[in-house]
């Protein structure tokens, strides 16, 4: 989608590998989001920010981190991946103009734990 | 946060038009409803949103009940390409947060 790409796009790793997901937007929004994607299922939120360098758990956090060091960049991080871990991990942005927070999603990064 | 509940499945006839009902009873009141859908295993793409009064773009309407307890997406005449899972959500308005239910998935007939 326009202003936010994720990378890579598909990634196979090992179980307890470490593994960093990246989100890059060009729309300088203010909030950034990490959502998991299981088949069949709707989005969760793992993780989000409100701008830089602050950010707060969603509902299926454990075993995720995040950091965001610039306004662009929202980067998730498995600390040791498991195959539970295996999904499709999409990043959204949102201004929070005027209390709208529609997303613009990007186009998924699709992980495969072995 | 506002859950939502959606019907699983829905199909619709070519060119007529689709009705996706979405309930949202427990909303407070500066929420807002937005709908997305997904196509295939792409990223959910925006449709519509709305505060209390009805709303109409190039895609869709959104008619949301006085009461704010429920809502219903109408796309005037579904093509095959409208097929999709559609997700109604309710915005929180600390930070924008959103669950995301299952959806609806609307499958368009010729």
């Known amino acids: 989608d326009a202003g936010i790409t994720q990378s890579p796009r598909h990634k196979v790793t090992e179980t307890g590998t470490p593994v960093t997901l990246r989100c890059h937007q060009t729309e300088n929004h203010r909030y950034m989001y990490w959502y998991r994607q299981d088949p069949g299922h709707g989005l969760r939120l793992i993780h989000y920010s409100y701008g830089v360098k602050d950010t707060d758990k969603g509902e299926v956090s454990d075993g995720y981190s995040v950091s965001r060091s610039k306004t662009e960049d929202f980067l998730l991080t498995l600390e040791s991946a498991t195959s539970s871990q295996t999904s499709v991990y999409f990043c959204?942005?949102?201004?929070?103009?005027?209390?709208?927070?529609?997303?613009?999603f990007g186009s998924g990064t699709r992980l495969t734990v072995v | 946060d506002a859950k939502t509940t959606q019907p699983p499945s829905m199909d619709c006839a070519e060119g007529r038009a689709a009705n996706l009902p979405c309930n949202h009873s427990?909303?407070?009141?500066?929420?807002?409803v937005y709908w997305y859908r997904q196509i295939h295993s792409q990223g959910p793409q925006y449709i519509i949103h709305g505060l209390k009064n009805n709303e109409t773009n190039e895609m869709a309407s959104l008619i949301i009940t006085e009461d704010r307890k429920s809502s219903t997406l109408i796309l005037p005449h579904a093509t095959l390409r409208d097929t999709a899972v559609y997700y109604c959500i309710v915005s929180n308005t600390n930070a924008g947060k959103s669950t995301f239910g299952d959806g609806t998935t609307l499958t368009v007939k010729p």
């Open positions: 959204a942005i949102s201004s929070g103009d005027r209390g709208h927070y529609g997303y613009t």
């Open positions: 427990t909303i407070s009141g500066n929420e807002y």
